[in-house]
């Protein structure tokens, strides 16, 4: 480990802090910001789910997660937005980020790769210029609990959190294998070449675009809607911008 990397190893953290992009900050295992905490997280800062050391003792018990009492802020700027996504070794594995109670989610200007659940409970209060990709096309892993003992398979179902307000970003390659249920206020949002289940009484949209999309009727499962135009990854960071 560098000085420029550094390990959250702290599974609850109950005093104030700042992540800054002269570090790398990895969240091994289920990390928890007590209520009446907040860690706020600067421009351009990195954070990485999950271990990327094969030799760890521990990864094959470590289960990450972030689950948010107090605030967690993420201050990214256009020029240097926020980058959080799995590591390397862990790249088929979601990043699980939520509120507890009465913790509370800001995300503006934040890239966060493979932001997913396999649960329908996950809430996150305000996202704004932010891109949600996954980075690949086949099924999820996930680990879980089981008798005492951290057991993992294929990830069939997956969620996006439950979004109360996210405006002005962007959905690119979501979903292509799992069709993940889509819970939110949007505003201003882009969905491209997205593979998306609506919740169709937890979803709401305003003045947002769809391209190349596949989307799955909830009322009717067996039904899925094409749509015939598809976007790059260029034309999405032209809109974007």
């Known amino acids: 480990m560098t000085r420029f990397e550094r390990v959250i190893r702290a599974l609850v953290i109950e005093e104030d802090m700042t992540l800054t992009p002269d570090n790398l900050y990895i969240i091994p295992n289920a990390t928890v910001i007590t209520e009446g905490?907040?860690?706020?997280?600067?421009?351009?800062?990195?954070?990485?789910?999950?271990?990327?050391?094969?030799?760890?003792?521990?990864?094959?018990?470590y289960i990450a997660k972030l689950s948010v009492k107090g605030a967690f802020l993420v201050k990214g700027t256009k020029e240097n937005p926020?980058?959080?996504y799995p590591s390397d070794l862990m790249n088929r594995y979601?990043?699980?980020?939520?509120?507890d109670g009465k913790g509370f989610i800001s995300l503006k200007y934040a890239d966060i790769t493979n932001l997913a659940t396999n649960s329908d409970q996950t809430h996150i209060s305000y996202a704004d210029h932010c891109t949600f990709n996954f980075n690949l096309g086949s099924l999820f892993r996930y680990r879980y609990l089981e008798s005492g003992k951290v057991t993992e398979s294929d990830l069939y179902?997956?969620?996006?959190?439950?979004?109360?307000?996210?405006?002005?970003?962007?959905?690119?390659?979501?979903g292509l294998i799992h069709k993940p249920t889509l819970r939110a206020n949007a505003q201003r949002c882009i969905f491209a070449d997205c593979g998306i289940s609506y919740d169709y009484y937890n979803f709401?949209?305003?003045?947002?675009?769809?391209?190349?999309?596949?989307?799955?009727?909830q009322t009717n499962p067996n039904h899925i809607v094409n749509s015939s135009m598809h976007i790059s990854e260029d034309e999405v960071m032209m809109i974007l911008d």
């Open 204 to 217: 709401t949209s305003e003045n947002c675009v769809f391209l190349g999309n596949t989307f799955v009727d």
């Open 94 to 99: 979601f990043v699980d980020i939520t509120e």
């Open 157 to 174: 179902g997956t969620y996006l959190p439950y979004f109360d307000l996210v405006k002005d970003s962007v959905f690119y390659k979501i």
């Open 82 to 84: 926020v980058n959080i």
């Open 37 to 61: 905490t907040t860690v706020t997280v600067e421009p351009g800062t990195n954070i990485q789910f999950w271990s990327d050391d094969p030799s760890d003792p521990y990864a094959d018990s």
